[in-house]
C-alpha cells in the first residue's frame, strides 16, 4: 500500500459527542444578540469613550498642561492669545507654533464639543 | 454542494433555524477530524468546530449556493484553527509559508492516540500530526477530505503552487519518519 493510498484511508478520528444541540445553543444566544439593539440605538449613552473622544481628551490635557507650566514658570501670567504667543516663542523661538498650538486647541474644544454623546436615556 | 446541504443552507436563510441541524449532524464528524489534526487538542478541536458552525451560520449570507458547501466550511474552520493556534502558542517558530508562521501548542499526542482504533492508522496519524501545521492541513484536505489542490489552496489562503510544495515535502517527512518507524518496529521481538 502506498503512502498516497495510506493518507486516503486515513480514518477521521471519532466525534466524542454530538455537537448539535451546543451549537444550536450558541446560534441562539447570537440571534438574541443580534435582535437586541445596541445601546447607542436605544438613545442611550455607552459605557466608555470613543477613541475620538480618548483622543480628543489627551490633546486638551497636552495644551493645558502647556499652559500650566508657562503661568507656573511665570512665563505666561496673563492666559490670553499674547500669552499663547510668548509661551510658543519661549518653547521654539520665534516661530509660528503658538498659532498652531491655538488652533490646535481650539479645533480640539469644537471637536470634542461636538462628539459629546447624547445624554437621552431611554424612555 | 449536495442538494441536501443546499436545501438545508436555504431553509436557514429563509429563518428556519432548524435545518442548520442538518448540517451540523452532516459535516461535524468530519470538521472535527480536520480541526483535531490542526490543533491536535481533543478538547479544542470540539470548541473550534462549535465556533465554525456558529460563524457560518452568522455569515452565512456571504456563502455562494453555486459552489460546494463543506470547502466553504473547511476554509471557516482552517482560519479560526490557526488562530486557536496563535492564541495558545508557547513558542514561535516559522517555517517558510504564511501558514506555517502559526506557531504550535504542545500536542496532547496520548489524547489523539484514544480516538484512533488500529495501531497502523494510529502510526500514520502520529506521523502526520507531528508535520508543521502548513503540511499537515494541506495533507489532510488533500487526501483524507478528497479536496481538489484549488480548494485547498482558498481555503488556506496560499496559492495552488504553494500547496503542491506543501504536499511536496509533507510526502518526503512523512516518508523518512514512517521509514525509522518500520525500521524500529521489524528490530521490537
Request: hydrophobic share 35%.
Given at each position: 500500500m502506498t503512502l498516497h493510498d495510506r493518507l486516503r484511508a486515513l480514518p477521521a478520528p471519532a466525534l466524542p459527542r454530538d455537537l448539535t444541540s451546543d451549537v444550536l445553543t450558541r446560534v441562539e444566544q447570537l440571534e438574541r444578540r443580534r435582535s437586541t439593539p445596541a445601546p447607542e440605538a436605544q438613545g442611550m449613552r455607552r459605557a466608555g469613550p470613543s477613541r475620538a473622544e480618548w483622543a480628543t481628551a489627551v490633546l486638551l490635557a497636552l495644551a493645558a498642561a502647556a499652559l500650566g507650566v508657562s503661568i507656573a514658570t511665570g512665563?505666561?501670567?496673563?492666559?490670553s492669545m499674547s500669552g499663547v504667543f510668548r509661551l510658543g516663542n519661549l518653547l521654539t523661538g520665534p516661530s509660528d507654533l503658538p498659532l498652531f498650538v491655538t488652533g490646535l486647541a481650539l479645533y480640539a474644544l469644537g471637536l470634542f464639543s461636538s462628539l459629546r454623546p447624547d445624554r437621552r436615556t431611554s424612555p | 454542494m449536495s442538494t441536501s446541504d443546499r436545501d438545508a443552507v436555504r431553509a436557514i436563510r429563509g429563518g428556519?433555524?432548524?435545518?442548520?441541524v442538518h448540517l451540523v449532524q452532516r459535516h461535524q464528524g468530519r470538521l472535527f477530524g480536520l480541526v483535531l489534526m490542526m490543533v491536535r487538542n481533543p478538547a479544542a478541536a470540539e470548541e473550534v468546530t462549535q465556533d465554525t458552525f456558529v460563524r457560518a451560520y452568522a455569515h452565512?449570507?456571504?456563502?455562494?449556493?453555486?459552489?460546494?458547501?463543506y470547502p466553504w466550511l473547511a476554509a471557516i474552520a482552517v482560519r479560526l484553527s490557526q488562530n486557536w493556534l496563535h492564541r495558545h502558542s508557547r513558542t514561535t517558530r516559522r517555517e517558510g509559508t504564511a501558514l506555517d508562521a502559526a506557531p504550535e501548542p504542545l500536542t496532547d499526542a496520548a489524547a489523539l492516540s484514544g480516538l484512533i482504533a488500529s495501531e497502523r492508522d494510529r502510526h500514520l496519524w502520529q506521523a502526520v500530526a507531528t508535520l508543521p501545521s502548513g503540511e499537515r492541513t494541506a495533507v489532510i484536505l488533500y487526501y483524507r477530505e478528497e479536496m481538489p489542490v484549488r480548494d485547498v489552496a482558498e481555503a488556506l489562503g496560499v496559492t495552488t503552487g504553494t500547496v503542491k510544495t506543501l504536499l511536496f515535502r509533507a510526502r518526503r517527512h512523512l516518508h523518512e519518519r514512517l521509514e525509522v518507524e518500520d525500521s524500529v518496529q521489524e528490530i521490537r521481538p
Open positions: 512665563q505666561l501670567p496673563l492666559m | 428556519d433555524r432548524e435545518a442548520l452565512l449570507d456571504q456563502y455562494d449556493e453555486n459552489r460546494p458547501f
